[in-house]
């Protein structure tokens, strides 16, 4: 049994239809493009764009005779692939032709693994908003990209460009354990970030290095999967999203009207939001699959594997727990951290030594709001980790209040400087002396007396004081210290 077969249904995660209750059932094959200079089995370049058929070595355009030769880089990455997933690494794989005729496919066949994949079992875990979810990967292959036909580059005549034909690919299969719309976002979003961690793809889904093809049937719920559609080659997040949710909805209303679904292959129309019929599905027996004779069995050894699990960067998940350990973050922060390693460097600068919470907080929620405002990434953030550091530290010294503290950060971030010198400079100080602030309060009182008054039946209305002090010392008295001195002057304690 599968764990998706295991997996209770979730009346939550139910589509509602004119019958009753559907269960959505999603598996995703993503194509992922190895980070890798060269091809799978040429030495011509894999890097993206340049003039047509500029990147094309012999083997590439399957001139007759020329002979596939594996790129030990890309095995190696594949590998290293496969542990980031957790998976069973084979060390016996083999090659094997999948034919069919298209015309971006020179070869005729694709070169690719079918029944002995270099990587088998492994697992992606999603941290979804109220649950984890483990979404079982069924396995790891390699294989060759084909080229690409265009049909708007000569006026009447459809081009071949191969500069993609060989490129290595990485078909990363998932079990069909996914539930809903949310997951199959998460799913990729979660498989992109370790494929960057680990630098085996640089997962930019507008260049193409990211496809996903989506498996989406439905169900009632306790009865076995329906038939699938597959929604070809979908790039982005957000389209993934639509398309299922789009396609969920078109089954569904076919089986209520008493239909049946056609198993077959659909593509997904971003401006329409639909998907649409491409051709009926073939089966893997349609693509008479069999060992490339040219390529032999791929094999190595245990050290191999242990070399490259050696060399494992610190992964996702790993860094979550530790963020939540060692700096006592919420799981969410932690998750929001560590999508990008860069911002996950970058907070540990900032709150080592310091309260981890309050770090996050100006990670997340100051620092990365502002960057994005201003189209900055945090490698050219123009506040520091150090400076946002100086900030909160005067924070925690009860130097500056939190207010103060963003007036201050913005300071530091259009003009520069020592946070430190700044406050002292600018006389930015919060007002902690209670002598200064009873005076305030007291002046405050004195000329609102119908307020003072009335705020005895409205307590809510203590805000309005507050305000009034804030104004009057421009901000910079302590928080707390006004809170407690009107309270106490007001007679609103206990
Ligand atoms: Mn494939």
């Known amino acids: 049994m599968t764990y998706a077969e295991a997996r209770t249904p979730d009346p939550k995660k139910f589509i509602p239809g004119a019958t009753g209750e559907w269960e959505l059932i999603v598996g995703l094959e ?91 079992a492994g697992k992606v875990i999603l941290d979804m908003p109220d649950e984890t979810v483990e979404v079982g990967i069924e396995r790891l292959h390699m294989e060759q990209d084909a080229g690409k036909s265009i049909h708007d580059l000569v006026p009447g005549k459809s081009v071949i460009d191969l500069n993609r034909s060989g490129v290595a ?59 699938r559609c597959e929604i070809k080659n979908v790039n982005s997040i957000r389209f993934i999203g639509q398309s299922i949710e789009y396609e969920a909805r078109r089954q569904i209303d076919i089986l209520e009207d008493g239909g049946s679904i056609d198993q077959e292959t659909r593509l997904f129309d971003p401006k329409s939001g639909q998907t649409r019929s491409m051709r009926s599905k073939e089966e893997a027996h349609d693509y008479r699959y069999f060992p490339d004779p040219d390529l032999l069995p791929l094999e190595f050894d245990q050290v191999l594997v242990d070399e490259i699990a050696a060399s494992l960067p610190e992964l996702p998940d790993e860094k979550k727990a530790r963020l939540i350990s060692d700096f006592g973050l919420s799981p969410y922060d932690a998750s ?15 709150a ?80 902690t002396d209670t002598g200064a602030i009873e005076a305030v309060v007291d002046e405050i009182i004195a000329a609102n007396g119908d307020k003072a008054e009335a705020v005895k039946e409205k307590p809510n209305m203590i805000g309005w004081f507050v305000g009034q002090v804030m104004k009057a010392t421009q901000g910079k008295a302590n928080p707390q210290a006004v809170n407690d001195i009107l309270k106490a002057k007001l007679g609103l304690d206990g």
């Open 169 to 227: 690919l990485m078909e990363i299969v998932s079990l069909p354990d996914v539930r809903s719309s949310e997951e199959a976002r998460e799913y990729v979003t979660k498989l992109r970030t370790i494929l960057r961690y680990l630098g085996t793809c640089d997962g930019n889904m507008e260049q193409g290095s990211l496809r996903a093809d989506v498996n989406v049937s439905v169900r009632r719920p306790g009865e076995p999967f329906g038939t």
């Open 336 to 350: 929001v951290l560590i999508t990008d390693p860069a911002d996950a460097a970058f907070f540990e600068d900032v």
């Open 352 to 431: 080592k030594g310091r309260d981890g919470k309050l770090a996050a907080n100006w990670v997340i929620n100051e620092l990365s709001g502002r960057l994005n405002k201003d189209g900055h990434g945090i490698a050219d953030s123009p506040i520091s980790a150090g400076q946002l550091g100086a900030v909160i530290d005067l924070i925690e010294e009860k130097v500056i209040s939190g207010k103060i503290a963003k007036d201050l950060f913005e300071i530091v971030w259009a003009e520069g400087g020592n946070p430190r010198e700044i406050v002292e400079a600018r006389g930015m100080k919060q007002v």
């Open 30 to 120: 993503v194509h992922a493009q190895i980070s890798s200079k060269a091809k799978l089995f040429s030495g011509a370049s894999a890097e993206f764009g340049g003039a047509p058929n500029d990147h094309v070595s012999l083997v590439d355009a399957a001139m007759p005779g020329m002979l596939p030769v594996i790129n030990r880089f890309c095995v190696e990455q594949a590998v290293k692939t496969g542990l980031g997933l957790k998976a069973k690494i084979n060390k016996r794989s083999v090659f094997d032709r999948k034919n069919y005729f298209y015309p971006d496919l020179p070869q005729g066949y694709q070169i690719s693994q079918f029944k002995d994949p270099i990587v088998g």
